[in-house]
């Protein structure tokens, strides 16, 4: 059963539809922000703002590899291009492990 308490989001929803999935999550938490108020803060939360500001969102507390970079290129889909296809193939297989009565909405492999 789903909890109420939890909003799942992709970043394929972002990347779709950036402003309508910050007003939903706006809801679920529940705040009370105008269409303007959301058309504000909307271009502080797109990729390129992120990216212009990585020091504000890149973890300090995990060491990553050299070279790695937190905020890689904004695109759908691109994760997959650092999973070999065993990589996959296990995520998958824990995916139907952790959640057997099928994958929540929101929430794609």
């Given at each position: ?22 007003t939903k999550i706006?809801?679920h938490l529940e ?79």
């Amino acid at each position: 059963e789903a909890d109420p308490r939890v909003l799942f989001v992709s970043y394929e929803d972002l990347k779709a539809d950036l402003s309508g999935t910050v007003t939903k999550i706006a809801k679920h938490l529940e705040l009370s922000l105008s269409d303007r108020q959301i058309q504000e803060l909307v271009p502080r939360f797109t990729f390129q703002a992120m990216k212009d500001n990585k020091e504000r969102f890149e973890p300090i507390s995990v060491g990553w590899k050299e070279g790695f970079n937190f905020l890689r290129k904004g695109e759908v889909g691109d994760g997959k291009t650092l999973m070999t296809a065993e990589m996959q193939a296990r995520y998958d297989a824990w995916l139907k492990t952790e959640f057997p009565d099928g994958i929540p909405e929101g929430v794609r492999p």
